[in-house]
């Protein structure tokens, strides 16, 4: 690894770290002394803060892409398999706190639009397998693109909005009943 890759990599990290700890009102200058380094060095790197930001969300969806892929290129059942990809969850996902989205439109719509968009793209493998579950009778046949946008949706407002947190409902266990609710529906079997 070059050394601005290099760079780039401990950046990320540190702004990860930072931003769970101080969300967007952390600095570069923060991200600077936290690995020993001038704050020009940073900006050699990256021309502004919403560069850090909009690369530390691209790098955690490339992670959660990653994630999802190897769930359906590994072991399990089909069912198991797309519970998990629909749920899967890094740490640094839970790091991008949407619950600040307001925020990041107001402050960087660059950032916030990037969000979005992520939380939009990469669906592909998942719904090959909801397709594959439809051929092979585990699911019923659904409309693709009604239970994409179900899913899009809910996960953007567990992450954009607190009130399941204050009920004491962790944004993973609120992924898990989605599924759940999905998966077995509502009505007593």
Known sequence: MDEQNELRTKLRAVGMELF??????????????????????????????????LDMVDDAFARIH??????????????????????????????LDLQQMDLLDEKYPQVAARVRQQLETGWEPTLALLEQAMNEGVLRR????????????????????????????????ALDEMISILWEGIAVQ
Do not use: N, W
């Open 20 to 53: 769970r700890r101080d969300g967007l009102r952390f600095t570069m200058q923060q991200a600077a002394e936290a690995i020993h380094i001038s704050k020009k060095t940073i900006y050699a790197v990256y021309p502004s803060k919403e560069a850090l930001l």
């Open 142 to 173: 659904v409309s693709l693109p009604v239970l994409q946008r179900m899913i899009s949706a809910s996960i953007e407002d567990f992450l954009a909005d607190r009130t399941l947190e204050q009920q004491g409902i962790s944004y993973t266990q």
């Open 66 to 95: 990653a994630r999802k892929q190897s769930i359906i290129d590994g072991p399990g059942t089909l069912p198991d398999k797309l519970r998990a990809v629909i749920i899967a969850l890094p740490e640094e996902y839970t790091a």
